[in-house]
T-cell receptor, first 110, second 114 residues
Framework: RKEVEQDPGPFNVPEGATVAFNCTYS??????FFWYRQDCRKEPKLLMS???SGNEDGRFTAQLNRASQYISLLIRDSKLSDSATYLC???????????FGSGTRLLVRP | NAGVTQTPKFRVLKTGQSMTLLCAQD?????MYWYRQDPGMGLRLIHY???????AKGEVPDGYNVSRLKKQNFLLGLESAAPSQTSVYFC?????????????FGPGTRLTVL
């Protein structure tokens, strides 16, 4: 079983739609959580961190469920520019290493 | 600040050739990483370094060597390239392992081994 699992998609949604991605992680000792965004043929960039209480940044909302070991990303009012691959990232307690999921691809159509 | 830079951006090698990929960061970060990214596989950690003069193996270290002689540079070497090493290589750096510290990535090196 992969340490971090994501639905690869693609999720194909119209502009203005709300879309949600989930990510599950296997190690209950996981300490911190992130969503990174990766555009085609580019490097990953931090979209947002995921805090225990949940957090929002504009149209993006991230949630963490430690009991069920999953994190989610909700995108409201999708824009064409949101088309990208979204990577779920987890770190372990006292670890220098980030563990990446394989990514979920989002396509927003006009 | 240039952030994290990588050279070269593209390279084509023949099987058995050697090469070195250079990563440089100007953010005074302690931690540096080399990943490879293949279709459907996500990012896999090759080697990493927690400070100048230190290196450690990641998830897929075989066929690669690294050196961190200077804090700002992290070199990835392929001694005898194989077609299985065709991939996109990303370097990254991070200030320290405090939770929620961002990891910054370079633009990547696209390597093809024929």
């Amino acid at each position: 079983r992969k340490e971090v699992e994501q639905d690869p998609g693609p999720f194909n949604v119209p502009e203005g739609a709300t879309v949600a991605f989930n990510c599950t992680y296997s190690n209950s000792a996981s300490q911190s959580f992130f969503w990174y965004r990766q555009d085609c043929r580019k490097e990953p960039k931090l979209l947002m961190s995921v805090y225990s209480s949940g957090n929002e940044d504009g149209r993006f909302t991230a949630q963490l469920n430690r009991a069920s070991q999953y994190i989610s990303l909700l995108i409201r009012d999708s824009k064409l520019s949101d088309s990208a691959t979204y990577l779920c990232v987890v770190t372990m307690d006292s670890s220098y290493k980030l563990i990446f999921g394989s990514g979920t691809r989002l396509l927003v159509r006009p | 600040n240039a952030g994290v830079t990588q050279t070269p951006k593209f390279r084509v090698l023949k099987t058995g050739q050697s090469m070195t990929l250079l990563c440089a960061q100007d953010m005074n970060h302690e931690y540096m990483y080399w990943y490879r990214q293949d279709p459907g596989m996500g990012l896999r950690l090759i080697h990493y370094s927690v400070g100048e003069g230190t290196t450690a193996k990641g998830e897929v270290p075989d066929g690669y060597n690294v050196s961190r002689l200077k804090k700002q540079n992290f070199l990835l070497g392929l001694e005898s390239a194989a077609p299985s090493q065709t991939s996109v290589y990303f370097c990254a750096s991070r200030a320290d392992p405090i939770p929620y510290n961002e990891q910054f990535f370079g633009p990547g090196t696209r390597l093809t081994v024929l």
